[in-house]
């Protein structure tokens, strides 16, 4: 059984920072996509990064152009988290994110940061940058 807990979420003002995070449990890192999906309010699903493991020390992300340079995802391996760093947030930035997990996407770059390749998710987040 898999289960996604994120936590982290907030109100933040314009060029604040905060930290997701989303604890997994039913799902080893070893063989499954891990993403970070955000939802604004009359929007679609955007992905925003991914995440896999290469090693217990090392992944490889993955970005949305719109959050290059501002968000870092991260994880870690003992404790199966993941983390999402977010900075100089903005209020195009609000919305409610998710965590989400497949196995079906690991070893398929190209579909990580398609909101539809993700089996499993958690109950959100709230992000609000006003």
């Known amino acids: 059984h898999v289960q996604l807990v994120e936590s982290g979420g907030g109100l933040v003002q314009p060029g604040g920072s905060l930290r997701l995070s989303c604890v997994a449990s039913?799902?080893?890192?070893?063989?499954?996509?891990m993403g970070w999906i955000r939802q604004a309010p009359g929007k679609e699903r955007q992905g925003v990064a991914a995440?896999?493991?290469?090693?217990?020390?090392?992944?490889?992300?993955d970005y949305a152009d719109f959050v290059k340079g501002r968000f870092a995802v991260s994880q870690d391996y003992a404790e199966n988290t993941i983390y999402l760093q977010m900075d100089n947030l903005q209020p195009e930035d609000t919305a409610m994110y998710y965590c989400?997990?497949?196995?079906?996407?690991?070893?398929?770059?190209?579909?990580?940061?398609?909101?539809?390749?993700?089996?499993?998710w958690g109950q959100g987040t709230q992000v609000t940058v006003s």
């Open positions: 989400a997990a497949d196995p079906g996407c690991f070893n398929n770059p190209r579909r990580r940061l398609s909101p539809s390749a993700y089996k499993h």
């Open positions: 039913g799902v080893t890192f070893d063989n499954y996509a």
């Open positions: 995440i896999v493991t290469v090693s217990r020390n090392t992944y490889h992300p």
